[in-house]
């Protein structure tokens, strides 16, 4: 077979279930070569790719999408399904700009049903698609992939209670690569395991409900009869399951690498009257050495080397500065406490969690609890540090104003990949955090440019005896202007021909630009000052007064305009009475779409081609 071939023309994956078995055998070994090939140029999420292959396959042998449909849950994990339903020709352009996304995406295929990036919403999800099936007299199914990882959020519970037994063609899939669920035991627990996932069982089961159910007056309730005699014979001899006390019908667990078999469990799980929920065992980086014995190391990875495993570019980032500058200060401070939501690597904590293993805190993708166990060490004067990307932060804006800010103990936040993060697109930005903690009183906003400035913005908050919510934020990847003249930390600095009458605010990773636009603009004539905010909410009255001379402000913001920093400045601008022209550069009511930092920062005229540009127009404009 000419896997190749195959793919390039495939663009109905029914096609697939005309392959024979050694066909797909080939057709899975192939795509984990064209997964592990494509992410090391790419980057990307490979280790939980790896994972799914032959559970995609199973899926698309047993379903009709899109009749049928699928939700992925985070959908990370698609790449499989993305090459085997007619995206292969796109696949070397993966998570690169007007390329194919490395999440689910509806207006990239007919075959994806939502965005997703954060994860346990897919059960929500699933079911309001299966209840609008039901309402519209589509008999389609409606499948939910979901890792053991997402049931740590609390969102999927809430799915699952609301969902049992009332869902009707809903099927969801565990996969399970890490979470131990316990098993039965014994000869008996396995005997009935045996008969309950045998097919011919399960269908006269199905079969016999569904023929109770038709006898006029008294069927339905023969048939809940006989369902609870059953669950109630079934728990005495080897007990039940939490899904099974929802009202789901548990099947599994399944080897979730064997095709054969998972598709023999989903032509099972179809012929159902209830929801089903199927348990599969799956490797994370099955078929990788480097990704199997380290799954939490490839399970987001930027560009590495097949050979060896290894990063082809790597270099300091601010992630790494702050995981060194919290176990320095908790060295010296034993109220410091790290919390992190999953994510302890990527946030810098791994160290941490070595050196202090009795005061960190992985609560798993739970991000709202984080907030509210925070506050609840900082009421005996702990002083609780999570860690949390920009985009994640946005699940926890209750907590933030009720159990952080309202409850006034002092809690820090350390907002990681604030701003533009690049490949992973729109549900991954870190674009709102500014305009969402802008409305909260009682909070602090610090945002460095620099590594000094987020130690001292760090050390600062430590010390601190307020009350308030302090928050730190900083971009994906490293500095690019350094700070080690600094000695103190002020709410803002003043750059540049402080005398000039054009003044250009900014803060965070665009000060570096913006410093060197201002040289640029220097030489082209246009005398320039440069206010570079490091506190951003309060924004100092200082700060704005330092302006009010100037005939013209340029304010320069790496988030959403509406609600930005630059909101707040000009709302200050204007109490005072200001007289002169005031421009923002923002991003202006609109998501964020995958590209390279550089590209997006290119595109918002954020960069320091596009600072020059934008001012020497706007002079030029106003003469």
Not at 256 to 281: D, F, R
Not at 345 to 371: N, Q, Y
Not at 435 to 453: D, F, G, H, Q, R
Not at 545 to 567: D, H, M, P, T, Y
Request: aromatic share 10%; charged share 25%.
């Amino acid at each position: 077979m000419d896997v190749k071939k195959f793919l390039e023309n495939l663009k109905d994956p029914d096609e697939i279930k005309k392959l024979s078995k050694s066909e797909i055998d080939e057709l899975t070994s192939a795509i984990r070569e064209i997964l592990i090939e494509t992410v090391s140029h790419t980057g990307g999420h490979l280790a939980s790719n790896l994972g799914v292959v032959e559970l995609t396959i199973a899926l698309l042998l047993a379903f009709n999408f899109p009749e049928d449909s699928i939700v992925w849950d985070v959908g990370h994990q698609v790449y499989t399904y993305k090459l085997l339903t007619g995206r292969y020709n796109d696949f070397h352009k993966l998570r690169t700009e007007n390329g194919i996304s490395g999440f689910s995406r509806p207006d990239e295929s007919i075959y994806d049903s939502f965005y997703t990036g954060h994860s346990g919403a897919s059960l929500s999800t699933a079911y309001g698609l299966s209840k609008s099936k039901e309402l519209t007299g589509d008999n389609g199914f409606v499948v939910d992939v979901i890792g053991d990882g997402s049931f740590t959020n609390g969102m999927v519970y809430e799915a699952l209670n609301n969902t049992g037994r009332t869902a009707k063609n809903l099927i969801v899939i565990l996969n399970d690569n890490k979470m131990s669920i316990s098993k039965n035991v014994g000869a008996l627990s396995k005997y009935f395991t045996k008969i309950r996932t045998h097919r011919k069982y399960f269908r006269l089961k199905a079969h016999t409900e569904r023929l109770l159910n038709k006898i006029p007056c008294i069927g339905h309730h023969l048939s809940r009869s006989l369902y609870h005699l059953k669950n109630t014979l079934k728990t005495v001899v080897y007990g039940t399951n939490f899904f099974e006390d929802l009202g789901y019908r548990y099947m599994g667990p399944v080897d979730g690498h064997n095709i054969e078999k998972l598709t023999e469990m989903l032509e099972m799980a179809k012929e159902s009257t209830v929801p089903v929920l199927l348990h599969v065992k799956t490797v994370k980086g099955k078929g990788y050495d480097f990704a199997e014995k380290s799954p939490s190391t490839y399970h987001g990875i930027s560009k590495f080397d097949i050979n060896t495993g290894e990063p082809i570019a790597s270099s300091g980032s601010f992630s790494d500065e702050f995981g060194r500058m919290i176990c320095e200060m908790a060295e010296e401070n034993d109220k410091i406490c790290a919390i992190t939501a999953a994510m302890k690597l990527s946030t810098g904590l791994k160290e941490f969690s070595k050196k202090f293993p009795d005061r960190f805190f992985d609560v798993g993708i739970a991000e709202e609890h984080a907030v509210a166990f925070a506050c609840g060490l900082a009421k005996k004067e702990m002083i609780p540090v999570f860690t949390v990307y920009s985009t994640f932060l946005q699940r926890c804006y209750d907590q933030l104003i009720h159990d952080g800010a309202l409850q006034r103990q002092k809690m820090i936040i350390a907002v990681d990949r604030a701003g533009f993060v690049g490949e992973d697109g729109e549900t991954h930005q870190g674009v709102f955090d500014v305009a969402m903690l802008n409305s909260i009183p009682n909070t602090v906003v610090y945002s460095p440019s620099t590594y000094k400035e987020l130690y001292l913005s760090f050390k600062h908050a430590v010390n601190s005896k307020e009350k308030s919510l302090f928050v730190i934020r900083y971009p994906r990847g490293d500095e690019k202007i350094s700070g080690e003249n600094i000695d103190t930390l002020k709410p803002y600095n003043i750059y540049g021909d402080t005398q000039a009458n054009n003044a250009i605010v900014t803060y965070g990773r665009l000060f570096a630009y913006v410093n060197e636009a201002q040289k640029q603009l220097e030489k082209k004539g246009i005398r320039t000052k440069v206010i570079n905010l490091n506190m951003i909410k309060p924004i100092d009255e200082k700060a704005v007064e330092a302006v009010l001379g100037c005939e013209r402000i340029f304010f320069f913001e790496e988030g959403i305009k509406s609600a930005g920093v630059n909101e707040c400045f000009a709302q200050k601008l204007f109490e005072k009475s200001y007289k002169g022209k005031y421009k923002t550069f923002a991003i202006d009511d609109e998501f964020v779409k995958q590209a390279t930092v550089a590209s997006q920062l290119k595109k918002y005229k954020l960069d320091t081609e596009g600072i020059v540009e934008s001012v020497i127009k706007e002079c030029n404009d106003i003469g």
